[in-house]
């Protein structure tokens, strides 16, 4: 099996360690095999190894992840619309173009967290056959919802412990990686349950995690209310997707007990924070935006679990959107070391990764990522995308490729 060796002068091997100066990485297939300084990991190397010297200015560092996508979407005005208005041929193959754009963004791994008739399974299996460019995908096949709840249209209906158990065995027959439950309403759903209401009792949300987890299935829970955040944490779910502590007045109410027990738990949170962050900001006003954003300032400085998550496909959440997202916590105050974890090391704890990816490391995926610049400095390096090798796969992003070939 051939060999790769990239060599640079800076390579981030994970967030948690400094920097590795004049370091190589040594990739065998779909592993890798050394990585560290230069001297350390050339002895590794086959004398015909395929040699990748990259310039001074580029840092390679692990490939990203996206913990929260909806590859079902497109992310234009109407994405509902859109995907009831397409059938799966035609919905299958716009998921494959926007996996490709996750690729290019550097994403080597992607939560899907509610698709239609598990095209998301069937997307995961072509690439990870090598016909189709795209990241790792995890898929939640359709999410469990209430009888009209939020996201009913893809196919996730359920009510009472009988039907919710079932429908959690039916998903793991159809090959889901995770469970998603939406434990409250959403905005996505015309004539849906407000964002902030409770949609099932917490007894049937206990259920649902006990039938995933009897399945070895890790449950992700969309909350944006205090009561479903309050049920999510009761039931054990995994990771619980935004977070966003509203009450029925549309004000914040971090409670500081909950608060507390996710910690205890090692709960992760993906707040998915909208990629046009800073548009919802302006739109509100610097007071209201504030107050919107202060409970995510008070989980990081408490220690919450953070991963990072653009919540893609929903109106104008392209797939490209990542580094937005993560500048969302320089805002806060976050540092960058501790960002770049939310995408690498911290987002592969969460979804069960840990020991496969989020790392440059002997006997990893080879999920690497090429950019010019030193994200450290700047969260804006990780937009100039050099190379991505994908489990060993190179990939160049097409709108280098482009650049490459005009010159």
Not at 78 to 93: I, K
Not at 156 to 182: H, Y
Not at 370 to 380: A, I, M, Q, S
Request: aromatic share 4%.
């Amino acid at each position: 099996m051939s060999q790769t060796l990239i060599t640079a002068r800076r390579i981030l091997l994970d967030p948690d360690r400094p920097q590795a100066q004049d370091g190589a990485v040594l990739v065998e297939g779909d592993t890798i095999v050394a990585a560290g300084a230069r001297e350390d990991v050339l002895p590794h190397a086959e004398p015909d190894c395929q040699t990748l010297d990259l310039p001074d200015g580029a840092t390679v560092l692990p490939g990203l992840i996206d913990s929260h996508v909806h590859l079902a979407f497109d992310a234009g005005p109407e994405p509902v619309t859109t995907l009831t208005g397409s059938d799966d041929a035609t919905l299958l193959l716009g998921m494959a173009g926007r996996a490709r754009h996750l690729l290019d963004a550097g994403i080597t791994t992607a939560r899907d967290l509610g698709d239609r008739g598990g095209l998301a399974v069937r997307l995961r299996e072509a690439i990870a056959a090598g016909t189709v460019a795209g990241p790792r995908i995890l898929a939640a096949t359709a999410p469990l919802t209430a009888s009209k709840g939020h996201c009913w249209f893809l196919g996730g209906e359920a009510e009472g412990e009988q039907e919710i158990r079932a429908r959690v065995r039916s998903n793991a027959e159809n090959g889901a990686d995770v469970i998603k439950v939406m434990v409250t309403g959403g905005g996505l759903t015309p004539g849906g349950p407000p964002i902030w209401q409770l949609q099932f009792t917490p007894q049937d949300i206990a259920a649902a995690v006990d039938e995933a987890h009897l399945l070895g299935l890790p449950v992700a829970a969309h909350a944006h209310g205090v009561q479903g955040i309050a049920a999510a944490v009761a039931a054990g779910v995994d990771t619980i997707e935004h977070c966003s502590w509203l009450t029925e007045d549309g004000s914040c109410d971090l409670r500081e007990d909950l608060l507390a027990d996710i910690i205890a738990r090692g709960i992760s949170v993906c707040p998915a924070n909208h990629p046009n962050w800073r548009l919802f900001a302006d739109r509100v006003g610097p007071k209201k935006a504030a107050e919107l954003f202060a409970p995510l300032r008070q989980m990081a400085e408490q220690g919450v679990h953070l991963v990072a998550g653009t919540d893609a496909g929903v109106p104008r959440a392209g797939f490209g959107g990542l580094v937005s997202s993560l500048e969302f916590f320089e805002h806060i105050d976050v540092p960058r070391d501790r960002i770049i974890a939310m995408a690498t090391t911290n987002a592969a704890r969460a979804l069960g990764l840990d020991g496969q990816t989020g790392r440059l490391a002997p006997g990893y995926r080879a999920d690497v990522l090429v950019v010019d610049g030193n994200p450290l400095d700047t969260l804006d390096a990780l937009r100039t995308v050099r190379i991505v090798l994908a489990a060993g796969r190179p990939h160049i992003p097409h709108q280098r490729a482009l650049r490459t070939a005009a010159h």
